[in-house]
């Protein structure tokens, strides 16, 4: 009965458990450094891109709003591409082109990434937040000429001096419109508590430039505020921005903020916005369209950095120690009983060595598979030894009397009378059928016994079986009779089938005493048809069972040939029968006589 391993303890399952293993310990590491690599690289990328974005338009934006137009921006277009990597071009709201630092004739991106119109923005810049969305850069009538900054640089000198002699550390600043502006060392507003003391507020007061541009701006803002219904009743005075973050303040909304109409303020500012705006379009180039792109001829951004290299390296190195330690692990385990089962197999073959048995799997049962065909081959080789001296045996004794009775007869010791002759050729006929026996076991082991088959009733096998041995029963005084259930029919070899029974009857005859019965029998079973030989003799001891089938095996080692046969009818009758596809058994109690079974394959009856 072959032997069912427990699913754990397969060899196959194990080996794939460790390559598992080892593969999720690979792809786990793999994807831990995927993940951790492509995020930060993305995060590197993307804040990167959005910081060039940024500074991209930055500069096109200072561009615009320093330019009355879009002349001669090209320049700075090829520059701000070379140095970021990315392709940029600027059209007109209607997609022509100012501006690209790609080859002529190259397809623009299908989007705009951003507008540029310093009119209208909300980046930020080097300078601070682009208030209101206009570009602090974008000054255009507020522009300070050289001598009005030379005057108020002079002035913001003497502030600094006053602040350094109050222990506060300051630096001058330039505004886009040339405007000087102090601010504390680490770029905060001036303190404020100062100012009566160092004459803050003289820095602040516009000049005549500004104040030209201012009363355009209060005028272009009354206006819009009288179409509001919106009038103060007194002329409307815009203040400077003090910290030059912007062209003007936003007096007009304070003034509203603080009277508490809150819909008034946000006109107000409305107002005051639209009023700048008009007044620094001429001074600002036109609305363009910014696109942005890649650049096939930069290498990337992106590269692995040292220590994105070393976390490869040492993940992978770890992954490699894993492996090496699971697999020597395994590896020394399914070795282990594999040398000890070349070292046994290399013995001599004398020396039946045993393998321990030391695992529950295929290696184990393997072992204990060894182990059983030691046993085997050692029981083999005493069958062997056995059969050769049976053998010698069985053939000395009846050359022996030949030998002795031809020499007594040519002595002329004993003369060759008709007894004389008989009992020589008796001696000649045991010696036949030893041979012949012989001869048929050589067959049968080599796979070279021939049979010829042909549809056979089973009941005239019994019948023919019985008639042959009648004689021989007569005189031993047992009854040989037949039992037939039906008339089933098998495909056989009748001749052999035959000699196979006959040797059951001889050997029932033998070991049945006077007035007793052997009884032959057939009946179908299924698919199968079953013979049987009953005896009434003495039967067989249990202890023997296992080897009434062994060559040259007596039960009662004392019994000579010719009252216990050869030895070599049972082992023939076996594998008579396997050659036909068949089985032979022997059961029996002891005292009670022995049943010895034959099952061969049915046949259907054949049609007349």
């Not at 404020?192 to 516009?206: A, F, M």
């Not at 076991?441 to 008639?467: F, M, N, S, Y």
């Not at 037939?484 to 029919?489: A, H, K, M, N, Q």
Request: charged fraction near 25%; aromatic fraction near 4%; glycine fraction near 8%.
């Amino acid at each position: 009965m072959k032997r069912r391993i427990p699913l754990r303890k397969r060899l196959l399952v194990r080996l794939l458990i460790a390559s598992v293993l080892i593969a999720v310990c690979s792809v786990a590491a793999t994807a831990w450094l995927a993940v951790e690599t492509t995020t930060r690289a993305l995060r590197e990328e993307q804040g990167q891109d959005l910081a060039d974005d940024m500074r991209i338009l930055a500069e096109l934006s200072g561009y615009a709003a320093t330019h009355p137009d879009w002349k001669g921006v090209g320049a700075t277009v090829r520059s701000l591409a070379a140095t970021m990597g990315r392709r940029i071009a600027l059209t007109t709201a209607d997609r022509t082109l100012i501006a690209d630092s790609a080859r002529k004739g190259t397809s623009l991106p299908l989007g705009a990434a951003a507008t540029v119109d310093p009119l209208h923005t909300d980046t930020y810049t080097e300078t601070g937040a682009q208030l209101s969305g206009i570009d602090p850069r974008a000054v255009g009538p507020y522009r300070l000429t050289a001598k009005e900054r030379a005057q108020l640089e002079a002035m913001a000198e003497k502030q600094r001096t006053c602040y350094r002699r109050f222990g506060v550390d300051t630096k001058v600043e330039q505004s886009p419109s040339g405007r000087p502006v102090i601010v504390s060392s680490d770029g905060s507003p001036a303190p404020d508590y100062l100012t009566g003391d160092c004459g803050y507020g003289l820095l602040s007061d516009p000049t005549g430039t500004e104040k030209k541009a201012l009363d355009d701006l209060t005028e272009g803002a009354r206006a819009c505020l009288h179409q509001h219904g919106l009038d103060l009743g007194r002329p409307l005075y815009l203040m400077l921005n003090p910290t030059g973050k912007a062209p003007v303040s936003r007096y007009t909304v304070a003034k509203f903020a603080k009277e508490g109409d809150a819909k008034a303020t946000e006109t107000a500012q409305m107002c005051t916005d639209d009023a700048l705006r008009a007044q620094l379009d001429p001074y600002v180039a036109p609305v363009a369209e910014l696109y942005l792109g890649g650049d096939d001829t930069t290498p990337p951004r992106f590269d692995m950095s040292p220590a994105n290299k070393a976390k490869i390296v040492g993940a992978a190195g770890l992954v490699l120690a894993v492996t090496l330690a699971v697999t020597a692990v395994v590896a020394t385990r399914l070795v282990r009983p594999l040398r000890a089962l070349t070292e046994a197999a290399q013995q001599p073959p004398d020396r039946h060595v045993r393998v321990p048995v030391t695992t529950r799997d295929e290696t184990g049962i393997l072992a204990e598979a060894f182990n059983d065909l030691t046993e085997r081959r050692a029981r083999l080789e005493a069958q062997r030894k056995a059969m050769v001296s049976d053998i010698a045996h069985e053939l000395r004794s009846p050359l022996t009397n030949i030998r002795g009775w031809l020499e007594v007869t040519r002595d002329g010791v004993v003369d060759p009378d008709p007894a004389l002759l008989g009992s020589l050729h008796e001696e000649a006929l045991v010696l036949q059928r030893i041979i012949d026996d012989l001869q048929d076991l050589a067959a049968a082991d080599a796979g070279t016994l021939r049979l010829h088959r042909e549809p056979v009733r089973a009941d005239e096998l019994l019948d023919q079986v019985a008639a042959a041995h009648r004689v021989a029963a007569d005189a031993a005084g047992v009854t040989v009779r037949t039992e037939e259930d039906g008339s089933p029919w098998l495909d056989a070899d009748p001749v052999r089938m035959r000699q196979a029974l006959g040797n059951l009857v001889s050997n029932a005859l033998r070991h049945t005493p006077a007035d007793g019965t052997v009884t032959l029998a057939a009946r179908r079973d299924g698919d199968e048809v079953v013979f049987t030989v009953t005896d009434t003799g003495t039967g067989i001891a249990p202890e023997d069972l296992p080897h009434v089938f062994d060559r040259f095996w007596r039960a009662e080692k004392s019994r000579s040939r010719r009252t216990g046969g050869s030895g070599l009818g049972l082992p023939i009758v076996r594998h008579l029968v396997a050659a036909h596809g068949g089985t032979a058994v022997a059961a029996c109690e002891p005292g009670a006589g022995a049943v010895f079974t034959l099952r061969l394959p049915g046949a259907p009856a054949p049609k007349a």
